[in-house]
């Protein structure tokens, strides 16, 4: 990999370069949020248990800027990416976006990291395992106030459709759909949480492998537990809100129709506590 | 295309069918949005002057449900697009989130339209021209309230650094950028006010068709209104807080920075009046 | 070669600007194909019986390059585009090809154009319409040799597991599914003819449309057709090895199965006759 | 509620359920690949030196399947991933293609595995080093004749125009691009060598963290090199034919053209020995 120096002379000082983004601004317009994004980073996540988890972030980082400055300084999120991807779990992603505001000297800061979560998962027949992936995002923005941390989970899922079940003489269009969390909580509430949640609200969860006694299972749990995409929202908004440690939510289902070239979707937002 | 009828007779009759989706429902959570989405559809623009516009829209159309109903009937989304698709201007699109909260009889009705908006632009020097397409999205909310239009413009174009101008002894990196203005307003507001807005901004605007003279041009136009990602949200910012149409912007800059792999952007949102 | 910046006159005339593209190269390396691509315009489709279609297409155009020249004319793509879009059929799109060949001083040419096919479709019980878009790719390289032919459409279809089906008490699992064919051929073979090939290789076809008594059908309809992904393309090569005019295929199917987070695929390639 | 369920009742213990998959097949239709994509799965890379890398890989494998075979057994590509997915070389990759084969009694195996690839990259004058991502695509292929390996890695770069630089007054336009080589090869060649030829044809390389003497220095750099889309395959196929190791190649360049809305790309694939 080419790093090698420049050959020529350079005929300013390094420390004479002008700092163009330093110099004050005359629009006195603020700005929300400026910074990096479409980064792609190797995380270890660490999680409870001192167990750990390497994965693949897709990062953003942003700042606010103060109406009188004239831009940022878009090496130093890259920095303190560096710095901290090797041990990320939610305390130090909160010290991360807190760092970030520290280095970029601003009122707020914002981090984004989406990244896939691996859960090893068992067939519920054979007991046969594989590694399922769920997306997931936190997002944590830190400012005078403290820190909001806002975690999104989704989850592949079997829907089968009531209607189709009750009016066909046999069988129930039924297909994957994605369900999605996003919480935000007190206390310690993990991922695997969340998913259980998500799971249970379809009429069933997929799986990585499945020999024929599973396939069996799987195709009968469904059947009944025939669901529209609106009772998977119910039913998930009901189980979030009966977890004491969940505060806010906002949760969806997309069901990629199997009699439909398009699909449906539902969505629920929710204070709770 | 395959659209013969069924072979075999069906035990009951059409009429008899049960209406899962009508009814009750007992969970008591209302839903804020439910319907469709992954739809691609043919639509003709009306525009002003009598001028019709071709093109196509990823649609997503939904509406609110009550705590009591156990589903929508997703059919007369697809009914209600059928009808609207081919003559839609603001006031068109906005009886259709109307007609969509009539036919689901709901509380309130969402309908959002992305599609590429064509405008034939002319080369600054030979004239040359050709087609440019430009995102645009149009959100259209109605309820018992009225009716809430939100309008998103995206344009290319071009971004020059003005740390690299200042620095180096010549040359200076540039890249292209995507520049993104959603908007609420006032009277008549049409697509291509927003696009002069968006590449205004710019150092440059970018072109279908350019031969050398016009290379020349925005090669050295480009170099002459260096820009930050910060400086183009700004002067976006202050043109549409000029402009008396505008209500309320949601604005933003994303830079496929030529000397990263990764992007810089910046955002602000503001109420203006 | 300016190294010596900034400065606003203009010192060179615009016929002195000197055609870098046009100066010999002298790494004898030919080039098999160079041009833009990322080109979204909107297009006018000649079809049998007088009939059009407008709709939005991705393009692609390159040419090959000799060993001795340095560059392509890229604008000249852009006007050739500008040329052909308003009326586009087979033969005009192989006109097109030919006139980027001769625009470009070029051996070979190549077009590529993937667009939303859009057809009626009726339910199949109540008869109720809308339509259903059909993704399209036709490839087109012309040459001294002639001009090469290629068309790609895919289908949005329903697929239901044999296996899932024969194991389980009741129900069965099945899925949205994307079949597609790419075919060369001679004599005229319409897009809608092989839109049928496709979907009478799923276990149902999918409608935009579908009331009660049409859901119960098509649940009814996948069901008495249950197909693995390998029945799909091997019933569909069945039906295009059958087709006379069909001279070469390249087939496949993707199925999103609804018990797993992955997708199940096959594809067979063959000449034909 | 199934009045009136499929076939007859079910009463077959697990070991009796049929093989539906494993049943002859009568349509005499060999499939050329059959399988599972769309798996994202975590994979350790073995790398020279005994070092070791984290990552995540798309997953794609498939086998060849019979004319007298009804379906092949998709539980079993998953398998033979969970049990090699912790210990990636190219040899284990070789491995793992030749253990589908055998595990799915297959001609012939695909295995297909997309993934970023990870190298630390210090900027070219303060050193300052970040992580910079590359995607890599490997396909291994294995019949009775032996396997086929081939390595796909892409890089962003600068690329910087000629034409623009050569007739402008002052400056020139530049845009990101994405470079791409495939190869077959002998001997050992690892994806940084490969990389190092992607960046070399470039105007200049792009890296995470750049301060600003490294910003005048990759500005200076690029204004340097200036290079057409055509000069960038060129060098890279120049370079690749005079390593000795590469067997064949497959390259290109995409140019996101900073003064247009659309890129320039171009292609040249060769046997080099």
């Known amino acids: 990999v080419t790093t090698s120096p420049p050959a020529t002379n350079h005929s300013?000082?390094?420390?004479?370069?002008?700092?163009?983004?330093?110099?004050?601004?005359?629009?006195?317009?603020?700005?929300?949020?400026?910074?990096?994004?479409?980064?792609?980073?190797?995380?270890?996540?660490?999680?409870?248990?001192?167990?750990?988890?390497?994965?693949?972030?897709?990062?953003s980082m942003s700042v606010s800027l103060a109406a009188d400055r004239k831009g940022t300084h878009m090496s130093r999120f890259l920095e303190v990416l560096g710095a901290f991807a090797g041990d990320l779990g939610p305390d130090r992603m909160r010290e991360m976006a807190a760092e970030l505001r520290v280095r970029l000297a601003a009122q707020e800061a914002e981090l984004e990291l989406s990244f896939p979560y691996f859960v090893s998962k068992s067939a519920p027949v054979t007991g046969?395992?594989?590694?399922?992936?769920?997306?997931?995002?936190?997002?944590?923005?830190?400012?005078?106030?403290?820190?909001?941390?806002?975690?999104?989970?989704?989850?592949?899922?079997?829907?089968?459709?009531?209607?189709s079940k009750e009016i066909a003489d046999f069988g129930a269009h039924n297909q994957r759909c994605t369900i999605s969390a996003e919480v935000r909580f007190t206390g310690s509430l993990v991922i695997e949480d969340i998913i259980d949640h998500l799971e249970a609200s379809a009429s069933c969860a997929v799986y990585p492998v499945l020999k024929r006694p599973d396939e069996k299972y799987v195709t009968e749990e469904a059947f009944r537990n025939p669901k529209f995409v609106e009772d998977i929202v119910r039913d998930l908004a009901q189980r979030l809100t009966a977890d004491e440690r969940v505060t806010w939510y906002r949760i969806s289902s997309e069901n990629f129709e199997s009699i439909h070239g398009h699909n449906a979707f539902a969505e629920i937002e929710r204070h709770v506590r």
């Open 128 to 163: 046969l395992s594989g590694l399922m992936d769920f997306p997931v995002r936190v997002r944590v923005t830190d400012s005078a106030q403290g820190s909001d941390f806002v975690l999104r989970v989704s989850a592949s899922a079997t829907s089968l459709c009531p209607c």
């Open 12 to 59: 300013r000082e390094r420390q004479a370069l002008p700092d163009v983004q330093g110099a004050p601004d005359h629009r006195r317009i603020a700005i929300d949020r400026v910074g990096v994004r479409g980064i792609t980073h190797p995380i270890v996540l660490s999680l409870t248990g001192g167990r750990t988890q390497s994965t693949v972030a897709q990062v």
